[in-house]
């Protein structure tokens, strides 16, 4: 998600549509970034992972693509469904740290 | 069988009180952590732990007090508790971060009101 204001991003999509989700990162040195899944009441949990040495990346349904010049990382959501809907954040580690930082969330709805 | 354990999972208190939240994985990773999720969602990293050892303190009060009596365990106990020590705590580990396994296991959460 994008790291903006008091309030949590909100992104509204139509079940089917595909889901755009933004994220820029802080730190030049990160080589590792994640997309995590938060639902109500849940840990957040993994989706999809890429190293600098990559620009894109796909899952099952997930894309993440990474643009390193403008520090920017997006998750790609196809064909969304309701059981998408859930908090989403980006993370960022540089290999072998123990410290993963987090963006500040994005909130997706899933319109039935 | 629960890979991230955390009890309990919500924890009612007064201000000034001292309590604590456990925490156990069963997937053998070497690094457990501690993280603080506020009203908005953000998440902060609190400490991290690897193989028993403090690696990161994120500036956090010394009121947070870790202990790790092995490597699948990581507690958290918190002295004089204060309004603002409200949120949700979450517990995660990571298999080999020295070896580039940083993707994080989270449990489900412990939410903290101080009343």
């Known amino acids: 998600g994008e790291s903006v204001g008091l309030h949590l991003p909100t992104l509204s999509v139509q079940e089917g549509d595909n889901s755009i989700i933004n994220c820029a990162y802080s730190?030049?040195?990160?080589?590792?970034f994640i997309w995590y899944k938060q639902e109500s009441g849940k840990g957040p949990q993994f989706i999809i992972d890429?190293?600098?040495?990559?620009d894109k990346r796909q899952g099952q349904r997930v894309t993440v693509l990474l643009n390193k010049t403008v520090k920017h990382l997006s998750l790609q959501i196809a064909a969304t469904q309701p059981g998408d809907s859930a908090v989403y954040f980006c993370a960022e580690t540089h290999t072998g740290g123990f410290k993963t930082i987090f963006g500040a969330g994005t909130r997706l709805f899933v319109k039935a | 069988d629960t890979a991230v354990s955390q009890t309990p999972k919500y924890l009612v208190t007064q201000m000034g009180n001292d309590k604590s939240i456990k925490c156990e994985q069963n997937l053998g990773h070497d690094t457990m952590y501690w993280y603080k999720q506020d009203s908005k969602k953000f998440l902060k990293i609190m400490f991290s732990y690897n193989n028993k050892e403090l690696i990161i303190n994120e500036t956090v009060p010394n009121r947070f007090s870790p202990k790790s009596p092995d490597k699948a365990h990581l507690n958290l106990h918190i002295n004089s508790l204060e309004l603002g020590d409200s949120a949700v705590y979450f517990c995660?580990?990571?298999?080999?971060?020295?070896?580039?396994?940083?993707?994080?296991?989270f449990g489900s959460g412990t939410q903290l009101s101080v009343l």
């Open positions: 995660a580990s990571s298999q080999d971060v020295q070896g580039g396994n940083e993707k994080l296991f």
């Open positions: 730190n030049s040195a990160s080589d590792y």
């Open positions: 890429i190293r600098s040495n990559m």
